[in-house]
């Protein structure tokens, strides 16, 4: 069982990704992963898939254009949730003026190793 806490988001470093967005990874345990991920304005990242582990995108600010497998691409903004099936190819466009900012939730945890560039 998790300890009770509290991260806070300045506590932890961005870094860039090839992929064309930055992140800030705030929690990693076994059966969860969250971190925030900012994508600026008329950047697209790059096509990837990540396997065995579920995406759920909580859009936080601006304005993006969310591709998921072979669907047609869908506009969502703030209080909308992106779910992404484990293994399944995915983007994000930041289609607005300002930084695209959403929180990613993985199930399991994201890890490096099931990441898979499209590209």
Not at 75 to 92: E, F, K, N, W
Request: with cysteine; proline share 8%; glycine share 8%.
């Amino acid at each position: 069982m998790p300890l009770p806490r509290i991260s806070r988001l300045n506590d932890h470093p961005e870094f860039a990704t090839p992929e064309r967005c930055f992140i800030v990874e705030t929690l990693s345990e076994p059966a969860l992963s969250v971190a925030r991920a900012r994508v600026e304005p008329g950047v697209t990242t790059a096509w990837h898939s990540v396997d065995g582990t579920i995406e759920r995108y909580v859009m936080a600010e601006g304005q993006g254009r969310m591709w998921i497998g072979d669907a047609a691409p869908e506009d969502v903004g703030p209080g909308d949730l992106v779910t992404i099936p484990a293994g399944v190819r995915q983007r994000i466009k930041n289609i607005g003026d300002s930084d695209l900012i959403f929180y990613c939730l993985c199930t399991p945890r994201f890890e490096q190793k099931n990441y898979r560039a499209l590209e």
